[in-house]
């Protein structure tokens, strides 16, 4: 579907392709701008987030933005740097704000768009402008 998109300047797709690796794997590195890894401080989230990396510089996806996620404390970010072996480029705290937004059934920048999450997610849209 989205090879079927015509390419205009400033058009921007932005694509949730779910936990996991097998849709870069598959995927068409020529139409992949930016590839966004979003990691949480666990094991399992830090070792698809390392895959995805490594496949992506496999493929020569050079422009990938790590996002660190429900970060409660420094210790998550280390933690999240040593398993990557890279610095995330946005770190998003954990924030409270973002499950109430859930439950009321809202985006987080509706519900609440002064918390921190959404604060730090700001720069990550700019970026993804350029």
Same mark, same amino acid.
């Given at each position: 579907?989205?090879? !079927?998109?015509?390419?205009?300047?400033?058009?921007?797709? $932005?694509?949730?392709?779910?936990?996991?690796?097998?849709?870069?794997?598959?995927?068409? &590195?020529?139409?992949?701008?930016?590839?966004?890894?979003?990691?949480?401080?666990?094991?399992? *989230?830090?070792?698809?987030?390392?895959?995805?990396?490594?496949?992506?510089?496999?493929?020569?996806?050079?422009?990938? $933005?790590?996002?660190?996620? %429900?970060? *409660?404390?420094?210790?998550?970010?280390?933690?999240?740097?040593?398993?990557?072996?890279?610095?995330?480029?946005?770190?998003?705290?954990?924030?409270?704000?973002? *499950?109430? !937004?859930? %439950?009321?059934?809202?985006?987080?920048?509706?519900? !609440?768009? &002064?918390?921190?999450?959404?604060?730090?997610?700001?720069?990550?849209?700019?970026?993804?402008? $350029?």
């Amino acid at each position: 579907m989205l090879a !079927a998109l015509e390419d205009k300047p400033g058009r921007v797709v $932005v694509v949730d392709l779910g936990g996991g690796v097998m849709t870069v794997a598959r995927g068409d &590195e020529s139409q992949i701008d930016a590839l966004v890894v979003v990691v949480e401080p666990y094991p399992r *989230s830090a070792e698809v987030a390392r895959r995805l990396l490594d496949m992506a510089a496999t493929k020569g996806i050079t422009r990938r $933005v790590v996002v660190a996620n %429900k970060v *409660s404390d420094d210790d998550d970010l280390r933690a999240i740097r040593e398993w990557l072996g890279v610095d995330p480029d946005i770190v998003i705290p954990e924030d409270r704000s973002v *499950s109430a !937004a859930d %439950k009321a059934g809202a985006s987080p920048i509706d519900h !609440a768009p &002064e918390s921190n999450a959404v604060g730090a997610l700001r720069p990550l849209a700019s970026s993804l402008l $350029v």
